[in-house]
Nanobody, 125 residues
Framework: QVQLVESGGGLVQAGDSLRVSCAAS????????MGWFRQAPGKEREFVAA????????YYADYVKGRFTISRDNAKNTVYLEMNSLKPEDTAVYYC??????????????????WGGGTQVTVSS
């Protein structure tokens, strides 16, 4: 069992940068693949980025590629999402998720076992 808590969301202007974090409980964090998803009002939850247990493999949705960077610090049980050149369409609640099977890095919500409660990111134009 792992608990995930996101932080770092807020209100920013278009073009600004923001870093959101996800802190995980438990001693097995380093064996989990981690992902970031987002959900805007009235829309489905969508994939943003994912990272393997070691950090060696990363995956991004096309709409954030080149602007967002996912990283992790296993010593701190934390995964990060650095967001640059933010756009109003990036406005959403951002969720982190953990997958127990360290060999798989899913890019769909159904592939994850644990979820955080989310952090709101609002980008004004």
């Amino acid at each position: 069992q792992v608990q995930l808590v996101e932080s770092g969301g807020g209100l920013v202007q278009a073009g600004d940068s923001l870093r959101v974090s996800c802190a995980a409980s438990g001693r097995t964090f380093s064996t989990y693949a981690m992902g970031w998803f987002r959900q805007a009002p009235g829309k489905e939850r969508e994939f943003v980025a994912a990272i393997s247990w070691s950090g060696a493999r990363t995956y991004y949705a096309d709409y954030v590629k080149g602007r967002f960077t996912i990283s992790r610090d296993n010593a701190k049980n934390t995964v990060y999402l650095e967001m640059n050149s933010l756009k109003p369409e990036d406005t959403a609640v951002y969720y982190c998720a953990a997958r127990k099977n360290m060999l798989v890095v899913p890019i769909t919500p159904g592939g994850y076992d644990y979820w955080g409660g989310g952090t709101q990111v609002t980008v004004s134009s």
